[in-house]
């Protein structure tokens, strides 16, 4: 699975959970997505529990960052990263 595959299910992961009121709000793969709204931080957790759950891997506690999970951009390429780790690739 690429980045930009695991970036596009994660939107709609987001745009269906966290944006449903505000569907027209648009956002970039770059864009920080705690400072622009989009999530709060029961709502990283609730991203970090779809994540492992979608790409089958557990999600590391000390993995939880902002570089990791701060952007769209950022998950994806955690998430490619992580599944070639563990051989869910």
Known sequence: MTETEVAALTRAYIVENFLYMRRDFRFQ???SLLVSGVVDSLGIMELVEFIGAEFGFEVDPAEITEEN????????RYVVAKRACTGTA
């Open 29 to 31: 793969d770059g864009d």
């Open 69 to 76: 999970f701060g952007t769209l951009a950022g998950i994806a």
